[in-house]
């Protein structure tokens, strides 16, 4: 089982097992090249990458988290790269971590857009990270999760994090972030039908882009009309409806001020802690259920589990009886193991 903590992985017997602590206090101090390390450790669920965020985390809790989700194709990734330049621009560090939970490629380009990335790329003062699903035993919003706590610790001021927002990611980047934009576009169709169904539950601010289309001022239209319907105004926080143009930029000093508005509104009221509050549940529970699940492979690898297997193909007990009398069997071992 992976162990959280790092002094447990140092009694291990890993001859590189004081690699994630090691790393971290490099990264601590400044080394860039060690935080690109940390940053696959951790998105690969290793053991070191665990024992590093145990050194990192006491150091986070500074950064501004800031989810860009939305429909497919709606300019997220076009959008992010001006927002992220403007940031820049006003003197801030920040990281761009662009999530995908389908394709290795598609969801790169924020990586793959170099043209548009060129500035940020090659600056000290922007991490860009690209991840896909592929590769991430704990699960892809664990994995984001880490990455943004690596980041945090050593120092980032802006952590923005791209997700297509539909099913689960859209659960999971409310999860994650302090600030919540929802990107839509002209002509999407059943979009403002999905806002209705949950995303608007999650949006902070709410941008139209592509508003260099004609049928811009319908779709933002139609927005206001479902906002004002829900009558939602959370903690006191007008959703502002914003119109940009990423190819064009225009709109973005806008989106910015909102972004750091929102900001200053979650530190004036006890919003900020909340959503602290929000994020150490959601942390917490994420390693229980990877405890957990790495808990049941072990079990399964046993004899019992074969002879179970084996009632159940012989119709002699049914799949669920059999879980839960394994289950019972288990935790009372564990709690016999725990008081011996
Ligand atoms: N006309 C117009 N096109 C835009 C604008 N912003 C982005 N696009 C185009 O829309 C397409 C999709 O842009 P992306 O930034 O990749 O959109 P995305 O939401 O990140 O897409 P996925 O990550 O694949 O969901 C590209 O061809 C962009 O050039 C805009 O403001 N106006
Ligand atoms: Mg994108």
């Not at 403007?86 to 939970?101: I, M, S």
């Not at 290795?104 to 090659?122: A, I, K, N, Y």
């Not at 699903?133 to 050593?154: E, F, I, K, N, Q």
């Not at 933002?220 to 004002?228: F, G, K, L, P, W």
């Amino acid at each position: 089982m992976t162990q959280r903590s790092g002094s447990s992985v140092a009694e291990g017997d890993s001859p590189s097992s004081s690699l994630g602590p090691d790393l971290a206090r490099s990264a601590l101090a400044g080394d860039r090249r060690a935080v690109a390390r940390l940053l696959t450790l951790v998105e690969n669920g290793t053991e070191e990458g665990a024992a590093a965020l145990t050194e990192l985390y006491p150091h986070t809790g500074g950064a501004h988290v800031i989810g860009f989700t939305g429909s497919p194709g709606a300019g997220k990734s076009t959008l992010l790269n001006c927002v992220a330049q403007a940031f820049r621009h006003r003197g801030n560090t920040l990281a761009v971590v662009a999530v995908d939970p389908t394709s290795p490629f598609s969801g790169g380009s924020v990586l793959g857009d170099r043209l548009r990335m060129r500035d940020l790329v090659t600056d000290s003062g922007v991490f860009i990270r690209s991840m896909a699903s592929r590769g991430h035993p704990g699960g892809l919003a664990h994995a984001t999760r880490d990455v943004v706590s690596v980041l945090d610790a050593v120092g980032t001021g802006f952590i923005f994090v791209e997700t297509v927002g539909a099913g689960q990611a859209q659960v999971d980047i409310a999860r994650l972030a302090h600030t919540v934009v929802l990107v839509e576009a002209p002509g999407m169709g059943d979009e403002v039908q999905a806002l209705k169904a949950g995303l608007l539950e999650i949006a902070d601010i709410i941008v139209v882009n592509k508003g260099d289309r004609p049928e811009v001022q319908q779709t933002v239209q139609a927005i206001r009309t479902v906002i004002a319907g829900s009558g939602s105004v959370a903690g006191g926080w007008e959703i502002p409806i914003l119109r940009t143009s990423a190819t064009e930029r225009t709109g973005i000093e806008a989106l910015v001020e909102a972004i750091l508005a929102h900001r200053q509104h979650m530190q004036a009221t006890d919003l900020w802690s909340a959503r602290q509050a929000r994020q150490a549940y959601a942390d917490i529970e994420g390693w229980l259920r990877r405890y957990f699940d790495e808990w049941v492979a072990q079990c399964m690898d046993t004899r019992d589990y074969d002879a179970l297997a084996e009632a159940v193909v012989r119709r002699a007990c049914d799949p669920a009886t059999a879980a839960h009398s394994l289950l019972t069997r288990f935790t009372e071992g564990l709690c016999s193991k725990l008081k011996g």
